[in-house]
């Protein structure tokens, strides 16, 4: 359950902001939107070693910069 503070005098639009990032950060839409449809175990794997050989070329370039 997701609790925002409102201050006395702020207004709905800025409590509404709070609301959405927080509940953003909770990543409950990401995990619906991958509960959609089925990826096989050696996909994941697949992009989690693209994205982390994607990475690590980056901070070479910066380390070699």
Known sequence: M???QV????S?????KK???KFEKTGVVKEL???QKFTKPSVVMREKKIKA???Q?????IEEA
């Open 2 to 4: 997701l609790i925002v």
């Open 7 to 10: 201050k006395e005098g702020e």
């Open 12 to 16: 709905i639009e800025k409590a509404l």
């Open 19 to 21: 609301y959405k990032k």
């Open 33 to 35: 939107r991958e509960r």
């Open 53 to 55: 050989i994607y990475k």
């Open 57 to 61: 070329k980056l901070q070479q370039g």
